[in-house]
């Protein structure tokens, strides 16, 4: 069983930053991108940054310049460096991870809720 599991959410004022992290556990899987999507009060959820294992990243135009993707391969780890966060940011932030052996059928973390507000 795979399990994706984030932290780091909260609440932040304007301006602000927030790092989130999350950790792919488990066996018998292997995992390709991974990545980040939110979804905000109203909105449908959307990709905000993705990362190959070969460390080819992916922003929404609206995040790019303010956002930072990384990951550790070898820790199954991809964190998402967030500055200069504003109100529009605030969403649930979900943690993607693409399943290499099985097409449609990725992982997903619970999600972890980021507040922009002052």
């Known amino acids: 069983q795979v399990q994706l599991v984030e932290s780091g959410g909260g609440l932040v004022q304007p301006g602000g930053s927030l790092r989130l992290s999350c950790r792919v556990s488990?066996?018998?899987?292997?995992?390709?991108?991974m990545g980040w999507y939110r979804q905000g009060p109203g909105r449908q959820r959307e990709s905000v940054a993705t990362?190959?294992?070969?460390?080819?990243?992916t922003y929404a135009d609206s995040v790019k310049g303010r956002f930072t993707i990384s990951r550790d391969n070898a820790k199954n780890t991809v964190t998402l460096q967030m500055n200069s966060l504003n109100p529009e940011d605030t969403a649930l932030y979900y943690c993607?991870?693409?399943?290499?052996?099985?097409?449609?059928?990725?992982?997903w973390g619970q999600g972890t809720q980021v507040t922009v507000s002052s």
């Open positions: 993607w991870a693409e399943n290499s052996d099985r097409l449609g059928a990725d992982f």
């Open positions: 990362i190959t294992s070969g460390d080819w990243t």
């Open positions: 488990g066996t018998g899987f292997s995992i390709g991108a």
